[in-house]
Antibody, heavy 120, light 108 residues
Framework: QITLKESGPTLVKPTQTLTLTCSFSGFSMTTSGGGVGWIRQPPGKALEWLALIYWDDDQHYSPSLRSRLTITRDSTNNQVILSMTDMGLVDTATYYC????????????WGQGALVTVSS | SSELTQDPAVSVALGQTVRISCQGDSLRTYYPLWYQQKPGQAPALVMYGKHSRPSGIPDRFSGSTSGNMAFLTITGAQAEDEADYHCSSRDSTDKYWMFGGGTRLTVL
């Protein structure tokens, strides 16, 4: 059974850098095929895909946010970390991490989500 | 194209059939993905590939495509199907993922 859980600050100030951690179990990022993506959802709004990393360190980023995002993996500790710089009020959202398999295109298991509020 | 368009809201009478649509150029190349999201919960995959449902998804859910349109059909909608439905696809360049704006389904 695959499980994922997001952790990080619930409140950040404008211009700060957000760092979120996705801790997962039930699959490995050291063996072929596994991947973890980050998706966010502002309150009452649509889902927005942010970034994804595969087991081989292949990284993909949303073209509109690429300059602000960094996704890394800590395979030893079964974690994927997302950093987003220069946070603004519009970045207030629930941030989800989710599992995928290479070539699958879909996210078949999701974390519960972490609400991050940007406010001074 | 980098957009997927969905109707904001759809309603269906209990037990009737409803079709939720999604439009985007990438759907000519990639099968759509459909996620169900109930209030306060994370999205959950309900349809992928040509006609595939994850384990546990009832067979009243089905998917289809036509040109640049994708459809999620619920045959015999139940009260528990009331939720937001999000379509998703890879971008035409196969490098990015996209989500539609979501459709809120109300079961009357």
């Amino acid at each position: 059974q695959i499980t994922l859980k997001e952790s990080g600050p619930t409140l950040v100030k404008p211009t700060q850098t957000l760092t979120l951690t996705c801790s997962f179990s039930g699959f490995s990022m050291t063996t072929s095929g596994g991947g973890v993506g980050w998706i966010r959802q502002p309150p009452g709004k649509a889902l927005e895909w942010l970034a994804l990393i595969y087991w081989d360190d292949d990284q993909h980023y949303s073209p509109s946010l690429r300059s602000r995002l960094t996704i890394t993996r800590d395979s030893t500790n079964n974690q994927v970390i997302l950093s987003m710089t220069d946070m603004g009020l519009v970045d207030t959202a629930t941030y989800y991490c989710a599992h995928t398999d290479f070539g699958a295109h879909y996210f078949d298991s999701w974390g519960q989500g972490a609400l991050v509020t940007v406010s001074s | 194209s980098s957009e997927l368009t969905q109707d904001p809201a759809v309603s269906v009478a209990l037990g009737q059939t409803v079709r939720i649509s999604c439009q985007g150029d990438s759907l000519r190349t990639y099968y759509p993905l459909w996620y169900q999201q109930k209030p306060g919960q994370a999205p959950a995959l309900v349809m992928y590939g040509k006609h595939s449902r994850p384990s546990g998804i009832p067979d009243r859910f089905s998917g289809s495509t036509s040109g640049n349109m994708a459809f999620l059909t619920i045959t015999g909608a139940q009260a528990e199907d009331e939720a937001d439905y999000h379509c998703s696809s890879r971008d035409s360049t196969d490098k990015y993922w996209m989500f539609g704006g979501g459709t809120r389904l109300t079961v009357l």
